[in-house]
Antibody, heavy 119, light 109 residues
Framework: EVQLVESGGGLVQPGRSLRLSCAASGFTFDDYAMHWVRQAPGKGLEWVSGISKNSADIGYADSVKGRFTISRDNAKNSLYLQMNSLRPEDTALYYC????????????WGQGTLVTVSS | EIVLTQSPGTLSLSPGERATLSCRASQSVSSSNLAWYQQKPGQAPRLLIYGASTRATGIPDRFSGSGSGTDFTLTISRLEPEDFAVYHCQQYGSSPPYTFGQGTKLEIK
């Protein structure tokens, strides 16, 4: 069974940093691109960042470019999101999601970790 | 950026009825790049449809997707109580590579 378990969320002041992690199991992690998608309270879904299976290709939404860094450790079956210079508008539930190689959608999601940016 | 607009915002129907949800794109989207998700309160999204019309693993056949170009539709043929949720469409393109619609809430009438 595919499992994606996010951690690292919490309450943080504007301008501070946070590092999210996503532990993967139940599939061959290094066969899949991985992504972060967020959802602000009561709002829709927003793609944040994605990384190819070998980390060669990385992309970011304009809203986080230059502040967030995605990475992965295939030996540890883990995905990360380093978030710097956090803003109140970054407040959201952050999901990690798995993207299969055969079609551009997200076929498994974690339960999310909540990031709240507030003074 | 391709903007996806979902309608209606809220759809009120009864179990057993047919639901038709719309997703309109601001520019043409390849059918292979359009997906639908279901999200229940307090849960993560679940992939229903990819490639505009292919059901994901384990998705009942009462769910179907159709459309092309800028207009896509998710149809639920006979609503079951567990189908009442929020539905999101998503496209894959460029800059940003993935965008979502704002969601349609399907509620019990």
């Amino acid at each position: 069974e595919v499992q994606l378990v996010e951690s690292g969320g919490g309450l943080v002041q504007p301008g501070r940093s946070l590092r999210l992690s996503c532990a993967a199991s139940g599939f061959t992690f290094d066969d899949y691109a991985m992504h972060w998608v967020r959802q602000a309270p009561g709002k829709g879904l927003e793609w944040v960042s994605g990384i190819s299976k070998n980390s060669a290709d990385i992309g970011y939404a304009d809203s986080v470019k230059g502040r967030f860094t995605i990475s992965r450790d295939n030996a540890k079956n883990s995905l990360y999101l380093q978030m710097n210079s956090l803003r109140p508008e970054d407040t959201a539930l952050y999901y990690c999601a798995k993207r299969p190689p055969t079609f551009p959608a997200f076929d498994s999601w974690g339960q999310g970790t909540l990031v709240t940016v507030s003074s | 950026e391709i903007v996806l607009t979902q309608s209606p915002g809220t759809l009120s129907l009864s179990p057993g009825e047919r639901a038709t949800l719309s997703c309109r794109a601001s520019q043409s989207v390849s059918s292979s790049n359009l997906a639908w998700y279901q999200q229940k309160p307090g849960q993560a999204p679940r992939l229903l449809i990819y490639g505009a019309s292919t059901r994901a693993t384990g998705i009942p056949d009462r769910f179907s997707g159709s459309g092309s170009g800028t207009d896509f539709t998710l149809t639920i043929s006979r609503l079951e109580p567990e189908d009442f949720a929020v539905y999101h469409c998503q496209q894959y393109g460029s800059s940003p590579p993935y965008t979502f619609g704002q969601g349609t809430k399907l509620e019990i009438k």
